[in-house]
């Protein structure tokens, strides 16, 4: 089964993932992907800081960090048995938006990139974990670079509940299921 927890910035999202994960995870173990990529100081500090926490946790965590090819990632880590935990799909559209920003196509090949992230969720054989925010909810973003992002992070988002069985909303570190509460019109 496949899993989505989206939420705003700091709204506890990547704490409740790695719990529930823990719930779910057949034994004591579970595989961590993370997609941030330490560009700056400041970047460096929080994903030590990250590493930290999740060692101190008593919970054997496999980190495997993948900026940019999650889809082929998860294609080799479905049917292994172990749970997943990804964190976090914004980021890894940051990754591939930023790795093609140059290009005039760049909106396709990102584009086809999701396409490609939605198929490898859709064919996990196993549980996953996703984790993501919600970026729309506020202001238009005033450069063009921004609005692409935040309209390929909605479209993303859309696309990959589809696939969940669950998703999850968190804020104000209280997490809500939506699944249950979906409307059909």
Known sequence: MSILVTGGARSGKSGFAERLTRKLADSQQAVYVATGQAFDEEMEARIALHRQQR????????????????????????????????DCLTLWLSNQLLAVEERSDRKELVEAAIAELEQAVSGFAGTLILVTNEVGGGIVPEYALGRLYRDLAGRMNARLAARCGQVFLVTAGIPVELRSREYLL
């Open 55 to 86: 060692q101190a946790d008593g919970f054997q965590w496999e980190t495997l960090e993948e900026p940019l090819k999650l889809a082929a990632l998860l294609g080799r880590l479905s049917g292994s048995g172990q749970t997943v935990l990804v």
